[in-house]
């Protein structure tokens, strides 16, 4: 196996988790490498489904290292809520490892998110509320707190005690809050801190180790493209860079040891949240694809916004990542629809362009441009081969790779793990 990044084109929700189950069986180490507990990754296993927050989706596989690295925020109440979860449905955590230079979300940062959420009104970003954007800003402004001081008995009260303070003022100052109950949050995270400390270390050298092994690292991504700091839609967008470079970013491997980079699309687009979205259906063929794909947040059930599948911004994550190949996925869910829309070029102020403007979040102008082919009414979520797909189905994928400009190495049909096809002839590193 070679090392692979796995990140979401879209908007996030692609199904990274099940692309990255899927390459974990064959690998040494997956890392996780940005976000928190706003992911949710969905890894449907012998008939059972786990939602993961922040534990690696190669912790179903007895022997894979599971590493949470760096450039993750780390809510420890959620990560220690996971690991019991796991636990007690039989799966073993043993291998999984946090970085120690890892940031930790405090109970201030969810709060914050809240209050700031709330002062934006009508601009709200419609965030997850799990106080990623005020842990990132901590650790941009430096005043953060890492997993490595949180686990250290010796400094973990005084390092809180700081931190809650200064949040205390902020929170009864600025937003005229009650204050916070400094010795009791004190006390309810060093039990977090004492079940915690055992898979703390300095995970890069693994991380690195593993890249050098036969069998590879998957580094799997969080949010999606159009959700990054940078190239996402910005301000609507999450405060960490879930694009593939951000796996090269405090891991313990640089850019040269990446052999290919796997985007995970679904055929249609989704997002939760506010903000741009220029193929968003609010007709009924949006609550058709709500409903048969299941459309509901996996963090917060909040129901996603659906719309066909864009190929503008698919091509502008194939630049920003470098993307070798794709996985389109979902395909059953266009199932029983006439007629399918891809959204081929963008139309603004009279002229089409083929490229996404860099501004597409202040822009009211922009308008897909589609191209309508035939639909399939097949159920095809029991297909096991390519070959077996109805052919307008097969057609559709063919014209997404030629719209993209990149190889599509996997199609799915359902959230199993057997319900991943993979193409004839094609490979992850191309
Ligand atoms: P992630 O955040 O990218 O890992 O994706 P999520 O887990 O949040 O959302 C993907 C959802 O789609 C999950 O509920 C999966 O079980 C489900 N899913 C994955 N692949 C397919 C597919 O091919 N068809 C259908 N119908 N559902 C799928
Ligand atoms: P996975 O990894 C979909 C969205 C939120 C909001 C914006 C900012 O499961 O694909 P945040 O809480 O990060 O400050 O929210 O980003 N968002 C996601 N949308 N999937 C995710 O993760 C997301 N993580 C954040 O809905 O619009
Ligand atoms: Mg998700």
């Given at each position: 196996m070679p090392n692979v990044v796995v990140v979401g084109a879209q908007w996030g929700d692609e199904a990274k988790g099940k692309v990255v189950d899927y390459l974990a069986e064959r690998a040494d180490a997956v890392v996780r490498y940005g976000g928190g507990s706003n992911a949710g990754h969905t890894v449907t296993a012998g008939g059972e489904v786990f939602k993961l927050h922040l534990v690696p989706s190669g912790i179903l596989h007895a022997g894979v290292t599971c590493v949470i690295s760096a450039g993750v925020v780390v809510d420890p109440s959620i990560l220690v809520r996971e690991i019991r979860d796991l636990t007690m449905r039989g799966?073993?955590?043993?291998?999984l490892r946090v970085s120690g230079q890892a940031h930790v979300i405090l109970p201030y940062h969810r709060l914050i998110d809240g209050l700031e959420e709330r002062s934006r009104r009508r601009s709200a970003i419609g965030t997850t509320g799990q106080g990623i954007g005020p842990a990132y800003a901590d650790k941009a402004a430096r005043r953060g707190l890492r997993m490595g001081e949180f686990v250290d008995d010796g400094r973990r009260a005084d390092a809180m005690r700081v931190r809650l303070e200064a949040a205390n003022e902020l929170l009864t100052k600025l937003y005229g809050h009650e204050p916070l109950d400094i010795p009791a949050i004190i006390t309810e995270y060093d039990a977090y801190a004492k079940e915690l400390s055992a898979f703390v270390c300095d995970t890069a050298p693994l991380v690195a180790a593993a890249a050098r092994g036969p069998k590879g690292v998957v580094f799997e991504g969080a949010q999606g493209t159009m959700l990054d700091l940078d190239t996402g839609t910005y301000p609507y967008v999450?405060?960490?860079?879930?694009?593939?470079?951000?796996?090269?970013?405090?891991?313990?491997?640089?850019?040269?040891?990446?052999d290919s980079v796997v985007g995970v699309a679904k055929c249609y687009t989704t997002r939760v949240g506010a903000g741009a979205f220029?193929?968003?259906?609010?007709d009924s063929i949006g609550d058709h694809i709500r409903e048969r794909g299941r459309e509901y947040g996996t963090t917060t059930g909040r129901p996603r916004r659906c719309g066909w599948l864009d190929t503008v911004v698919l091509r502008y994550s194939a630049m920003h990542n470098g993307l070798r190949t794709l996985m389109l996925g979902h395909l059953d869910v266009l199932s029983g629809l006439d007629t399918v829309r891809i959204a081929t070029k963008y139309r603004m102020g009279g002229l089409e362009t083929d490229d996404l403007p860099y501004d597409l979040a202040a822009r009211e102008d922009v308008r897909p441009v589609y191209e309508e082919l035939a639909g399939w009414s097949e159920d095809?979520?029991?297909?096991?081969?390519?070959?077996?797909?109805p052919e307008p189905c097969r057609a559709y994928v063919a014209r997404v790779e030629e719209l993209i400009g990149i190889p599509v190495w996997a199609v799915s049909v359902g959230p199993g793990r057997e319900q991943m096809i993979r193409l004839p002839g094609r490979r992850i590193v191309t």
């Open positions: 799966v073993a955590v043993s291998n999450t405060s960490s860079h879930p694009v593939a470079g951000a796996a090269c970013v405090g891991t313990g491997v640089g850019p040269c040891s990446i220029p193929t968003e259906l609010t095809i979520t029991s297909v096991s081969s390519f070959d077996e797909l």
